[in-house]
């Protein structure tokens, strides 16, 4: 049971059903349920939210087993740091890479062949391979020998392979974009803003970040087609003013989708944190307001989304899990995700590795030649497990937020030097809980196009298919 | 008012020993069939002829147009009356399993009857070695057709070897399914070609318990779903529209997709005037006008959700123009009629339309005939 202000209380149970309650209601329902209206109680009992035995317990277990029924998969997000290497230094990031020139920073072949044994022995079967940096555009022959190794290795046909790659786009030439064409590279870019806000948080030799990044998603676009290039901002505290501004930004660039994530705690940006950091609430704040203009723009027509509401509404309102491995729980470190380092080493997630960076070497599962299951069986994952599994985590048992929510073992022991840490203190709780309050606040006030807006984000339709968000549980 | 043709008529026959279910076959058909000379009945100018076994004639029928090329016909002795039970080209064409049922519920339109029918299971299993082997779909109804136990497995055999690309779509209430064993055996007979449609009327057991007017049938249900599910099995579910399931229909639709994400298909279903229904009107009988603010919520939440969904027995005119997709023109020719109020309607031919034995008492104040210019 969760307060959520103003007498409103929100119950959930194992399953991710959930009802919105009146602290009287809530109050009723407390006392045994007598005092609740007959639609009320029906409510309730159908959801599973009150003690009136009437389940089918073989069909609340499928309903469990359908939840999680990405435990079964293993990693299924294979992240290739191809090289540390990048042209940029950025403010927040400078620890996590290494300079254009620097030698003893990228992938060896063996061991991009080595990852790539590991990537095929997941049990699952969609697999996404994952190029990152540095600016992995620098070593473009190590990302085609890895996707073609990957072809070749799945010859049969038995995965469903999807490539993704995160880069400034500055440095793809024309064959590059052919080749990722070719292949169905999805690639993702950053701005941060508008142009003297990007180059200034992301200074390069030229000083011209932003305009070869828009220049490059025009190529990209022409090449790949419209859709075939995401961006996102980090946000810190310059953004953090304006968010119609950045909004705006987007808009402007035609990108439709806009994933507002805070800046990282890791690596260098910990220590950066006086220039670029903020509060939580000021984090919040900032969402709120730039959400609140995302449904406004929304409502009147125009295509767009907010990527991390998207993935938070899939996990209230569907039986399926989103697949998305940076929020589930057990935590998807090592679980889900898998980071084969340029020296390399194998991560939990791309956060550990860059805790790694700083020094911190408890995170290395062990080296990528080494089989899938013995870096699953490491010391290192035997410490994290003790902060994956949020049902098992105290207070975390207690939160109506968590059928929707997850751990993060990696940020907590970063943070607070334990997987578990300690919520009361915990940024991530924070922020999670702060997000849960915004949309559930949204749902409780029930504007119809707010709930048509969220209907089309959480079951990925266009919002015009979308002719109403129909019944909507309250 | 156009009524489809009737299946059944009178006719002047002879030689009929028995109850007899025999194939009718132009002779040209006849001769390239698998069938042999004791199942068919050949159609020449002016005559049903059988040649093989005991011989049998079947002439000066009533209306002949009853009778065609394909069908299987059941013959009694003693009798004038020629049955169709399964008509060539129709799209409605069922296997009556038994008129026995485990529930009562309050609108049925085929008021079960509690004696031992159990010799269907000879009869059906004849019917399915008659049916063309072409026929893409074909309904199993009742009473309750899993009451038939093994016998229902034995059919859906049969419909798997003389049958083996027709789909089955099985009307059960789905009780019995909760027991795995059953299950099973139903669930393996035919596997990948039965599409079991069980009704569910409610998120909570005290007014679909009501409405099926048996105890406990609620969680039964549940039960046996989960059974058709752990299967793999498809799986339709089944909501009659009417006063005591309305007021939770949007419950309901939250229900399906959350507890029951593997049901393929929902249909939602406007009632039918027939049987329990006409005795028990004024427990039942709610205005489609007055639901469509709840079958919109219900039908667009599936929507929404990637659910697929049928509205059925509900005439155009009565729903919102967003809903017109889902609106399906399903009921049997037999039963579909139209009421001179829709004379000059322009989307008549379309029209999911009226049951033929409903009176203006069980016609909406909502219907009306629509014009061309309300598409302008």
């Known amino acids: 049971m969760t307060d959520l202000g103003r007498d409103r209380v929100l119950i959930s149970s194992d399953f991710g059903d959930y009802a919105l309650l009146s602290r009287d209601e809530a109050d009723a329902l407390q006392a045994g349920g007598q005092g609740l209206s007959p639609t009320r109680r029906m409510d309730l009992a159908a959801r599973g939210l009150t003690n009136v035995s009437g389940a089918v317990p073989d069909l609340d277990e499928a309903v469990r087993r359908t939840r999680k029924a990405f435990l079964l998969e293993g990693p299924t997000l294979h992240i290739f740091v191809v090289t540390l290497r990048c042209d940029h230094s950025c403010h927040y990031c400078q620890v996590s890479r290494a300079a254009v020139g620097a030698a003893g920073f990228d992938m060896s072949l063996a061991d991009a062949d080595a990852a790539l044994d590991r990537v095929f022995e997941a049990p699952g079967r969609d697999l996404t391979i994952e190029f990152q940096g540095g600016e992995p555009a620098l070593r473009f022959d190590l990302v085609r020998h890895i996707v073609l190794g990957a072809k070749s290795r799945n010859a049969d046909g038995a995965k469903a392979l999807r490539f993704t790659m995160v880069s400034t786009l500055h440095h793809l030439g024309e064959a590059d974009l052919a080749f990722c064409a070719e292949h169905e590279i999805q690639l993702s870019t950053s701005i941060d803003g508008a142009s003297a806000l990007h180059d200034h948080q992301r200074p390069n030799p030229s000083r011209d970040a932003w305009a070869r990044t828009v220049e490059g998603i025009g190529r990209a676009r022409a090449a790949l087609g419209e859709h075939a290039v995401a961006a996102l901002p980090t946000v810190t505290r310059a953004a953090l003013n304006d968010p119609h501004g950045l909004v705006d930004t987007y808009r402007a660039l035609g990108l439709r989708s806009i994933f507002l994530r805070p800046v990282s705690p890791y690596g260098f940006a910990r220590k950066t944190a006086r220039v670029h950091g903020y509060s939580t609430a000021e984090f919040l704040a900032f969402y709120a307001q730039a959400l609140d203009y995302i449904l406004k723009l929304s409502a009147a027509g125009e295509a767009i989304e907010e990527v991390y509401a998207a993935i938070l509404l899939r996990h209230i309102w569907s039986p399926f899990h989103s697949g998305y491995v940076d929020l589930r729980s057990p935590a998807g470190a090592g679980l889900g995700v898998m980071v084969y380092n340029y020296d390399g080493l194998a991560y939990p997630s791309d956060e550990a590795r860059m805790a790694a960076e700083t020094g911190d070497k408890r995170f290395a599962l062990g080296r990528v030649d080494q089989p899938l299951d013995d870096l699953l069986a490491s010391p290192a994952m035997s410490w994290l497990a003790a902060g994956a599994v949020a049902e098992a985590i105290p207070s975390c048992d207690r939160c109506a937020f968590l059928p929707y929510c997850g751990a993060d073992p990696v940020h907590h022991a970063v943070v607070h030097g334990d997987p578990v840490g300690d919520r009361a203190a915990s940024d991530f709780c924070e922020r999670q809980t702060g997000l849960f309050r915004i949309l559930f606040e949204h749902i409780d006030k029930g504007d119809p196009e707010t709930l048509r807006t969220f209907t089309a984000w959480a079951f990925r339709k266009d919002r015009r298919e979308v002719r109403t968000s129909g019944f909507v549980e309250r | ?376």
């Open chain 2, 1 to 376: 008012m156009s009524i489809g043709l009737p299946l059944h008529t009178h006719a002047a026959i002879e030689g009929v020993e028995r109850v007899e279910l025999l194939k009718v076959l132009t002779p040209e058909e006849a001769r390239g069939s698998h069938l042999g000379e004791t199942d068919v009945l050949l159609l020449e100018d002016e005559a049903l002829v059988r040649r093989g076994g005991g011989p049998i004639r079947i002439s000066s029928l009533r209306n002949p147009e009853v009778v065609g090329p394909g069908d299987v016909v059941r013959l009694r002795p003693g009798s004038s009356l020629v049955s169709v039970l399964y008509r060539r080209g129709s799209t409605s064409n069922t296997l009556f399993a038994t008129e026995r049922c485990n529930s009562l519920c309050l609108m049925c339109s085929q008021p079960p009857r509690d004696e031992d029918d159990s010799w269907r299971v000879g009869e059906l299993l004849r019917q399915v070695s008659l049916v063309d082997a072409d026929e893409p779909q074909l309904g199993i109804t009742g009473g309750e057709p899993t009451l038939l136990g093994q016998g229902l497995a034995d059919v859906l055999t049969a419909c798997r070897t003389y049958l083996p690309s027709t789909h089955m779509h099985v009307l059960t209430n789905g009780r019995t399914f909760k027991d795995r064993g059953w299950a099973e055996r139903w669930g393996s007979a035919h596997p990948d070609h039965v599409t079991w449609a069980v009704p569910l009327y409610a998120d909570v057991a005290e007014i679909h318990d009501e409405v099926v007017a048996a105890e406990g049938a609620f969680l039964e249900t549940l039960q046996g779903l989960y059974e058709l599910g752990r299967l793999g099995a498809a799986v339709e579910i089944r909501v009659v529209l009417h006063a005591i399931t309305i007021p939770r229909l949007p419950q309901l639709a939250a229900f399906i997709y959350r507890r029951l994400p593997f049901v393929r298909h929902v249909a939602l279903m406007g009632l039918e005037p027939m049987g329990f229904a006409k005795s028990n009107r004024d427990r039942l009988w709610i205005d489609p006008a007055d639901y469509i603010e709840q079958l919109r919520a219900a039908a667009f939440h599936l929507a929404d959700r990637g659910m697929s969904l049928s509205l059925y027995n509900l005439p155009l005119c009565v729903l919102p123009r967003d809903l017109w997709p889902f609106a399906q023109q399903s009921i049997s020719a037999w039963k579909n009629a139209y009421p001179e109020i829709c004379d000059g309607c322009v989307v008549r031919p379309h029209c999911g339309g009226f049951f033929a034995s409903a009176g203006p008492s069980w016609r909406s104040r909502a219907v009306r005939p629509l014009k061309l210019e309300e598409f302008a």
